[in-house]
T-cell receptor, first 116, second 117 residues
Framework: AQKVTQAQTEISVVEKEDVTLDCVYE???????LFWYKQPPSGELVFLIR??????QNEISGRYSWNFQKSTSSFNFTITASQVVDSAVYFC?????????????FGKGTHLIIQP | DTGVSQDPRHKITKRGQNVTFRCDPI?????LYWYRQTLGQGPEFLTY????????KSRLLSDRFSAERPKGSFSTLEIQRTEQGDSAMYLC???????????????FGPGTRLTVL
């Protein structure tokens, strides 16, 4: 069965610090997709990134970067020079393709607090 | 803006009543998903449609829950004989799925918050 673990329930940092959110996943499939979503206080989930299991290249988008390591089944998310607007709950999610439906399995989320 | 919309945004009902929620996906998206999110948890997958066909249902979806997508556009989620444990945020998402499979990004609506008294 698929599972996503976000061990950090809450992280609090001061603005401009770098912060890394951890995500560890479990799956038996060889083909799968990993996602990160942001849920700001307004509540609506915002898509950040999708990565397929065959693409281990790290990705950078502005202040955001993602590190995918199949060897450790991890897909970590780093925010560089954090800003107050980054405060939100961040979810890592997994979709198994070979299992049929592509409903997402989410972790419990990490509540990120950026203090001014 | 043509994002995913959900109606109503909030619903308060008494235990035992039936409720129905509506989701309008992004117009060109052929896949539609329902999730449930409780406080402090990530969303949990309930069911999904490809066009009008309901292709997968989670074990979380008890017999009291039914979902439809009659014309492959909007979808409804009905909960019969509501229980206090049904109180949650019900999220709808849509995506563009190809014939080759794969999991494209899902775009979420604002959710319907259900409170069962």
């Amino acid at each position: 069965a698929q599972k996503v673990t976000q061990a950090q329930t809450e992280i609090s940092v001061v603005e401009k610090e770098d912060v890394t959110l951890d995500c560890v996943y479990e799956t038996r499939d060889t083909t799968y997709y990993l996602f990160w979503y942001k849920q700001p206080p307004s509540g609506e989930l915002v898509f950040l990134i999708r990565r397929n299991s065959f693409d281990e290249q790290n990705e950078i988008s502005g202040r955001y970067s993602w590190n995918f390591q199949k060897s450790t089944s991890s897909f970590n998310f780093t925010i560089t020079a954090s800003q107050v607007v980054d405060s939100a709950v961040y979810f890592c999610a997994l979709s198994e393709v070979e299992g049929g439906a592509d409903g997402l399995t989410f972790g419990k989320g990490t509540h990120l607090i950026i203090q001014p | 803006d043509t994002g995913v919309s959900q109606d109503p945004r909030h619903k308060i009902t008494k235990r035992g009543q039936n409720v129905t929620f509506r989701c309008d996906p992004i117009s060109e998206h052929n896949r539609l998903y329902w999730y449930r999110q409780t406080l402090g948890q990530g969303p949990e997958f309930l069911t999904y449609f490809q066009n009008e066909a309901q292709l997968e249902k989670s074990r979380l979806l008890s017999d009291r829950f039914s979902a439809e997508r009659p014309k492959g556009s909007f979808s409804t989620l009905e909960i019969q004989r509501t229980e206090q444990g049904d109180s949650a945020m019900y999220l709808c998402a849509s995506s563009l799925g190809g014939l080759a499979g794969g999991a494209n990004e899902q775009f979420f609506g604002p959710g319907t918050r259900l409170t069962v008294l």
